[in-house]
């Protein structure tokens, strides 16, 4: 299986600052990623897929990179609302395997 | 506006078995892959299988292998997971989730805890 490591696994930050959170790959996914938010008591949320096409609906503030086996996730400017877990996924190869979640919390 | 719900989850005790149904509106059912995802409590999500909009072709995670199947009705847009031999495991939140822009888990549903104890 397709091992993803997320790093930082937890982040403090402030509201404004620019937040990246890094998914590495155990070997090459081309693009096969997504990012996902999860709010507790809450289903978990497609950001970004492909790994950097936003999905409908999402704000603009948030942006993934990458391509291969590394990759990263920007919140531009931190919101109120962002602070959540996330979640990478790779998608390239069965059986589809999620990080283990990065937790941004409030400062 | 798609809709996902899922149900049959609860209390079972190890060894026992379960049939979690999730009900779908909103979309063409037959025309995308379906998923399900776990979550136990405390850790992060966990692929467990999809189906293909026919569902002739079905693919699982190894820690299921045997033991659930997933199956759908597209004459009624329910999607299920028949899960058996449960272990404490097993237990964890199971969600069903669709794909979107033909990538996996574009849509989730709202999840249906299953609990695997004495």
């Known amino acids: 299986d397709i091992q993803m490591t997320q790093s930082p696994s937890s982040l403090s930050a402030s509201v404004g600052d620019r937040v990246t959170i890094t998914c590495r790959a155990s070997?090459?996914?081309?693009?096969?990623l997504g990012w996902f938010q999860q709010k507790p008591g809450k289903a978990p949320k497609r950001l970004i897929y492909?790994?950097?096409t936003l999905q409908s609906g999402v704000p603009s503030r948030f942006s993934g990179s990458g391509s291969g086996a590394e990759f990263t996730l920007t919140i531009s400017s931190l919101q109120p609302e962002d602070f959540a877990t996330y979640y990478c996924l790779q998608f390239n190869i069965y059986p589809w395997t999620f990080g283990q979640g990065t937790k941004v919390e409030i400062k | 506006e798609v809709l996902l719900v899922e149900s049959g989850g609860g209390l079972v005790q190890p060894g026992g078995s379960l049939r979690l149904s999730c009900g779908a509106s909103g979309f063409t059912f037959t025309s995308y892959y379906m998923n399900w995802v776990r979550q136990s409590p405390g850790k992060g999500p966990e692929w467990v299988s999809d189906i293909s909009g026919s569902g002739g072709t079905t693919h699982y995670a190894d820690f299921v292998k045997g033991r659930f199947t997933i199956s759908r009705d597209n004459s009624k847009n329910m999607l299920y997971l028949q899960m058996n031999s449960l272990t404490a495991e097993d237990t964890a939140v199971y969600y069903c989730a669709k794909e979107y822009n033909a990538v996996p888990l574009g849509h989730w549903g709202q999840g249906t805890l299953v609990t695997v104890s004495p």
């Open positions: 070997q090459a996914i081309r693009d096969n």
């Open positions: 492909l790994a950097s």
